[in-house]
């Protein structure tokens, strides 16, 4: 189809075999197979005219159009690759989204008008090739998978309570303590629960146990506000409550250290070679605030 309309375009086979970049015979050739394909001639040759048949023409015409949009589809989709454009559909934890996204979310549109934002806002893991989604963000720790997993921001993980719980039930000396206190649960199914502390060199596993239990960090955070029992939260998402005395940690001593052994929070995406240009967008723009020392610190 492109040897044809460069054969019109250019007048003749021997101009259309050097734009094109190829030999006057594979040229010629290629408009014979065109021709027996379709069971008509398209052009009456001479050796010094050449002229379209009525067949000829609106093979043209047709051809013509085909490839000038063809050409349209490829800029557009190269588009892709280099300006930030298009539907961007984004998976993640209410309290990262409150935390980190909302409050920046005016300025990223207005870095990037040509982005239309889908936030999909929920602490389930959902599928991204099943649902659409260009990239999620996870918080936690992250299993092997076929997916591409980029950390964003390692943190610890602060037992709280407000004063009121506190000066009601008393301050937990040791993790063993525990077992006396009211724990507020995070949980999606019926299985018990374990926080981890610093033990020495290792690593423990504490059962936990608590009549208030939810699958949303919020609802844990409301109770642990109201004096209702201890919760166990990520630095981040109780930095300001910490800085403003509304929940006061405890057992801080016997508080994971260890990099390897720290949960994190993860742009996870799927594996590709090269990321489209919106989602590198919302990553760069997203990651510095992430990662705010300020708020990485805290806890």
Known sequence: MQVFCQIIDSGNMADAARTLGLAPATVTGTLAR??????????DRTTRRMNLTEAGRLWYQHAKQILEQAAEAENAVRSLAV??????????????????????LHAFSQA???????LQVNDRFIDLIENRIDLAIRVGFMKDSELIARPLLRYSRVVCASP???????????????????????RHDLQPVYWDFQAGTEVQA???????????????LAW??????????????????????????????????????????Y????????????VKAFLDFFSSRVAAPSTAQSG
């Open 164 to 186: 009121l719980y506190l000066s009601a039930h008393g301050i937990p000396e040791q993790p063993s303590d525990l077992a006396r206190h009211q724990c507020l649960l995070y």
């Open 206 to 220: 504490v059962q936990v146990r608590g009549t208030l239990q939810s699958n949303e960090s919020n609802a844990l």
């Open 83 to 104: 300006e930030p454009r298009g539907l961007l559909r984004v998976t993640l934890p209410l309290g990262v989204a409150m935390i980190f996204i909302y409050p920046y």
């Open 267 to 278: 742009a996870v995406t799927a594996r590709t070679h090269q990321l489209p240009a919106k």
């Open 112 to 118: 990037y008008p040509l982005i239309e934002l889908d």
């Open 224 to 265: 642990a506000r109201a004096g209702q029992g201890l919760t166990r939260q990520p630095s981040w998402l109780v930095a300001k409550d910490l800085e403003r005395g509304v929940l006061v940690p405890v057992l801080e001593c016997f508080a994971v250290k260890s990099p390897h052994d720290l949960p994190g929070i």
């Open 34 to 43: 065109v021709e027996k394909k379709l069971g008509v001639r398209l052009l």
